[in-house]
């Protein structure tokens, strides 16, 4: 059963892509695996955010989970961006909701359920109270 599909006020936090003519396939679709990656670069921008990073503590999140939804074909050239919230946070893991939208509507909407790994420690480590409030508090200031 699909999912509705998500709308641009849905989403707190933004980036932006430039397509790639590598991204395409022979009929100049931007490929499923092109679209992954964009997701991609929207959750490492969450990751990323300087309020987001200094709280990860040497924990590092990865991809457990990685379900897309495609709702209608992308076409090179042109510029995407990608919406990103976090729309559960866990102890050991956040499950993030995404959006690619084109200047015409969402394109492809993503869930990702992230775990956060530490280098010192097998399985997946707890994350403080403070780094899970910043990756679920909504609005730019989050």
């Known amino acids: 059963m ?20 590598a991204d395409t396939d022979q009929f100049r679709h931007v490929n499923n695996a092109a679209m992954a990656s964009l997701f991609e670069a929207g959750r490492m921008e969450l990751f990323g955010d300087p309020t987001v990073a200094p709280l990860l503590a040497g924990a590092h999140p990865a991809v457990v989970r990685l379900a897309i939804d495609f709702h209608r074909e992308l076409f090179y050239p042109g510029e995407v961006a990608i919406g990103t919230r976090v729309a559960r946070g866990g102890s050991r893991s ?39 409030h910043r990756l679920t508090a909504t609005g730019e200031a989050a």
């Open 2 to 21: 699909r999912r509705a599909i998500p709308q641009r006020a849905e989403f707190e936090r933004w980036c932006s892509e430039k397509l790639r003519n």
């Open 94 to 132: 956040v499950e993030i909701a995404q959006g690619l939208f084109d200047a015409q509507g969402c394109v492809a909407s993503a869930e990702a359920t992230c775990v956060f790994l530490a280098s010192d420690t097998p399985g997946a480590t707890t994350i403080s109270e403070e780094l899970r």
